[in-house]
Nanobody
């Protein structure tokens, strides 16, 4: 499975970005998709997750600001990020778990700065 993440960039505090992660190379049933992030000097942390049944979970730090969603027809998961803060600056990675494997995208840099 290949995951291609995109949508990162430089944004001012209070701004918005939408990350996308497109999957290819697998027809296995998806169980769970998620976004993680890793800031310099910190461990990778879960930002948001989405089960095949539609249940979502979010890190406390992003609740009410970020929304995870998926387009199954496009094999793509999204992360809409609003009201961005400097502490959201990190490399964001998508993660996909299906019946056969778990896969990671290459990461996309999000920088929140004025």
């Amino acid at each position: 499975v290949q995951l291609q993440a995109s949508g990162g960039g430089l944004v001012q505090p209070g701004g918005s970005l939408r990350l996308s992660c497109a999957a290819s190379g697998s027809s296995s049933r998806v169980l769970y998709m998620a976004w993680y992030r890793q800031a310099p000097g910190k461990q990778r942390e879960l930002v948001a997750g989405l089960t095949s049944g539609g249940t979502t979970n979010y890190a406390n730090s992003v609740k009410g600001r970020f929304t995870i969603s998926a387009d199954n027809a496009k094999n793509t998961v999204y992360l809409q990020m609003n009201s961005l803060k400097p502490e959201d600056t990190a490399v964001y990675y998508c993660n996909r778990v299906d019946c056969n494997s778990a896969s990671w995208g290459q990461g996309t840099q999000v920088t929140v700065s004025s």
